[in-house]
């Protein structure tokens, strides 16, 4: 008998079904997010009821529990800690046993060869890796220009997700490695790989095995035109941890973030260089992304922003030149468009700069976003640099947000801020007024520190 396919709707953010196309989503409300699937129609019952449950009519429970006081929680069991330090500071300290790790990120960002670097720095066990987009000749010759150690590591090319569990279950390796979710699929289903009925069975499949055996698995999902990961928002809700790889194409560095964790914090990153020989990790950002800084040039100034435990600084760049046309431009990258012209609004009104018809660009050094407000200071000093062709002191920093009232704000964690400028070299810091007082300046013996309280006087410091 011919099988009867059945085409629905599913909402690619919460996973929805409707017999019809919408707009928007009555579920979670979003719009434009039902795309079109294909699924096998479930055959008639013959006209039969389904029985209510009675107790008893299940059988007996094949279900293992356990006390939770007889559960071991060793932290030098329960983790894998590899070699790539960054990739075990943005997990928590290593990687989980039975955890699921989605990473996503562009073409072309590193996703396949941070992982295939991955296999290589686990040692003393082997490990497994699935490829549904390439041949296991083609992962041979990558592993050969990284250098990566080849005994330990198991390729498979198959795009079966029951063959595949199958064969995790029949190696049992340290960690299994599927690339990509997206070319995966069940004979069970008789929609396309790919689809969202597809991707979200098999991403369950996957979690079923690595919490069955306590193997972790790392799934790599591709992005779509929005940078958010194709498929159904479930499949990120069920996984234990999602990473990005983010970065410029045009630079080769990357970052590595964090937007769910269930075992670790989500605010560390960890950076690395993009070279020929693969992924190199960065110790130091601030070093790196400081290098080549232009000396004595107006226009720049250095801020620092956290990233979890970590103090990282960036050099921000602004250009102030005079409008051709009626309307000045206003372009921000690396920085908040909103939040650079509410500081632009501020430095005319509070301080008497005056920029309605000066177009400004700014542009934030190396390829990193700066969300954090402590940069508001820093942002403003290079604007008012650059309208007044003089150039911020090289060994100066400046911290502090910027209210509407032209005052400047408190910032947290001031002290790590601090010990970072000063191991690197910097001689001066303007920071809040307001945060001093709680600052045992002994232990900066070789930074001046000057506290402002409005942005008048930080202007005065340059």
């Given at each position: 008998?011919?099988?009867?396919?059945?085409?629905?709707?599913?909402?690619?953010?919460?996973?929805?079904?409707?017999?019809?196309?919408?707009?928007?989503?009555?579920?979670?409300?979003?719009?434009?997010?039902?795309?079109?699937?294909?699924?096998k129609e479930e055959p008639a019952t013959g006209g039969k009821k389904a029985q209510p449950w009675s107790p008893g009519a299940s059988g007996p429970s094949t279900a293992v529990?356990?006390?939770?006081?007889?559960?071991?929680?060793?932290?030098?069991?329960?983790?894998?800690?590899?070699?790539?330090?960054?990739?075990?500071?943005?997990?928590?300290?290593?990687?989980?046993?039975?955890?699921?790790?989605?990473?996503?990120?562009?073409?072309?960002?590193?996703?396949?060869?941070?992982?295939?670097?991955?296999?290589?720095?686990?040692?003393?066990?082997?490990?497994?890796?699935?490829?549904?987009?390439?041949?296991?000749?083609?992962?041979?010759?990558?592993?050969?220009?990284?250098?990566?150690?080849?005994?330990?590591?198991?390729?498979?090319?198959?795009?079966?997700?029951?063959?595949?569990?199958?064969?995790?279950?029949?190696?049992?390796?340290?960690?299994?490695?599927?690339?990509?979710?997206?070319?995966?699929?069940?004979?069970?289903?008789?929609?396309?790989?790919?689809?969202?009925?597809?991707?979200?069975?098999?991403?369950?499949?996957?979690?079923?095995?690595?919490?069955?055996?306590?193997?972790?698995?790392?799934?790599?999902?591709?992005?779509?035109?929005?940078?958010?990961?194709?498929?159904?928002?479930?499949?990120?809700?069920?996984?234990?941890?999602?990473?990005?790889?983010?970065?410029?194409?045009?630079?080769?560095?990357?970052?590595?973030?964090?937007?769910?964790?269930?075992?670790?914090?989500?605010?560390?990153?960890?950076?690395?260089?993009?070279?020929?020989?693969?992924?190199?990790?960065?110790?130091?950002?601030?070093?790196?992304?400081?290098?080549?800084?232009?000396?004595?040039?107006?226009?720049?100034?250095?801020?620092?922003?956290?990233?979890?435990?970590?103090?990282?600084?960036?050099?921000?760049?602004?250009?102030?030149?005079?409008?051709?046309?009626?309307?000045?431009?206003?372009?921000?990258?690396?920085?908040?468009?909103?939040?650079?012209?509410?500081?632009?609004?501020?430095?005319?009104?509070?301080?008497?700069?005056?920029?309605?018809?000066?177009d400004v660009y700014i542009n934030v050094v190396g390829g990193l976003e700066l969300s954090e407000p402590a940069c508001d200071l820093a942002l403003c000093l290079a604007i008012?640099?650059?309208?007044?062709?003089?150039?911020?002191?090289?060994?100066?920093l400046a911290i502090g947000e910027v209210g509407l009232g032209g005052e400047i704000r408190s910032v947290n964690n001031l002290e790590i801020r601090l010990r970072e400028a000063?191991?690197?070299?910097?001689?001066?810091?303007?920071?809040?007024?307001?945060?001093?007082?709680?600052?045992?300046?002994?232990?900066?013996?070789?930074?001046?520190?000057?506290?402002?309280?409005?942005?008048?006087?930080?202007?005065?410091?340059?």
């Amino acid at each position: 008998m011919k099988e009867k396919l059945k085409t629905i709707y599913v909402c690619t953010n919460c996973g929805e079904t409707s017999p019809r196309w919408l707009g928007r989503c009555p579920s979670c409300g979003q719009w434009n997010t039902l795309v079109e699937d294909v699924i096998k129609e479930e055959p008639a019952t013959g006209g039969k009821k389904a029985q209510p449950w009675s107790p008893g009519a299940s059988g007996p429970s094949t279900a293992v529990a356990k006390r939770l006081a007889d559960i071991d929680t060793n932290e030098e069991k329960s983790r894998i800690v590899t070699s790539i330090k960054e990739l075990d500071r943005v997990l928590g300290g290593g990687i989980v046993l039975g955890s699921v790790v989605l990473l996503g990120g562009e073409p072309g960002a590193g996703k396949s060869t941070m992982l295939l670097q991955l296999c290589g720095a686990i040692t003393g066990s082997q490990v497994l890796y699935v490829t549904g987009e390439e041949s296991t000749r083609q992962i041979k010759l990558r592993a050969k220009r990284l250098n990566v150690p080849e005994d330990t590591i198991l390729v498979a090319a198959e795009s079966n997700i029951d063959e595949i569990v199958a064969l995790i279950e029949e190696t049992k390796p340290s960690f299994a490695v599927i690339d990509s979710i997206q070319t995966m699929y069940t004979p069970t289903l008789s929609s396309s790989a790919g689809s969202v009925s597809q991707v979200k069975e098999c991403a369950a499949r996957l979690l079923a095995v690595a919490k069955g055996l306590e193997i972790p698995v790392f799934i790599v999902g591709h992005v779509n035109k929005d940078g958010a990961i194709a498929g159904p928002k479930v499949m990120e809700h069920i996984v234990d941890t999602v990473l990005y790889f983010e970065g410029d194409r045009t630079l080769p560095y990357r970052i590595l973030r964090a937007t769910k964790n269930r075992y670790g914090s989500t605010n560390e990153i960890g950076m690395f260089d993009m070279t020929g020989a693969g992924l190199i990790p960065i110790d130091n950002p601030s070093e790196m992304l400081l290098e080549g800084r232009p000396l004595g040039v107006s226009g720049n100034c250095v801020g620092c922003i956290m990233e979890g435990s970590r103090p990282i600084m960036s050099e921000i760049q602004a250009l102030a030149t005079k409008s051709g046309f009626g309307t000045p431009r206003r372009t921000a990258s690396g920085f908040d468009s909103g939040r650079a012209n509410l500081l632009m609004a501020v430095l005319e009104k509070r301080v008497g700069f005056f920029m309605g018809n000066l177009d400004v660009y700014i542009n934030v050094v190396g390829g990193l976003e700066l969300s954090e407000p402590a940069c508001d200071l820093a942002l403003c000093l290079a604007i008012v640099s650059s309208l007044t062709d003089q150039p911020v002191a090289d060994s100066l920093l400046a911290i502090g947000e910027v209210g509407l009232g032209g005052e400047i704000r408190s910032v947290n964690n001031l002290e790590i801020r601090l010990r970072e400028a000063q191991r690197i070299g910097f001689k001066k810091a303007i920071v809040p007024e307001h945060n001093i007082r709680n600052l045992n300046l002994k232990e900066f013996p070789d930074i001046k520190i000057v506290g402002a309280k409005y942005l008048k006087q930080a202007i005065t410091q340059i």
